[in-house]
């Protein structure tokens, strides 16, 4: 994923609201699961950490990335952004 292509899904999800909290149990088998189906619905979602997870966002980040085979957008603070293209409903056209 080149720079520009990571600041254009910046900005679209900048304002989207966190689908899923990360809490004291970590990154589960369900979370990830979740989150695939989640990012083939909308390919672009954003997950909050919440202050009870002793893990770092970036570490999780990384984790549910390469679990999910999707691509880490940013992690800001307690927030972590990722990126997968959808199989089936094609929606973000990523400049090139």
Known sequence: MTSKQRAYLRSMAHSLEPIFQIG???LTPELTKAVEEALEARELIKISVLKNCADDPGELADILAERTKSKVV???G???TLYKESKNKKRIELPR
Request: aromatic content about 0%; charged content about 35%; hydrophobic content about 35%.
């Open 78 to 80: 307690k927030k972590i």
């Open 24 to 26: 004291k149990s970590s």
């Open 74 to 76: 940013q992690v800001v």
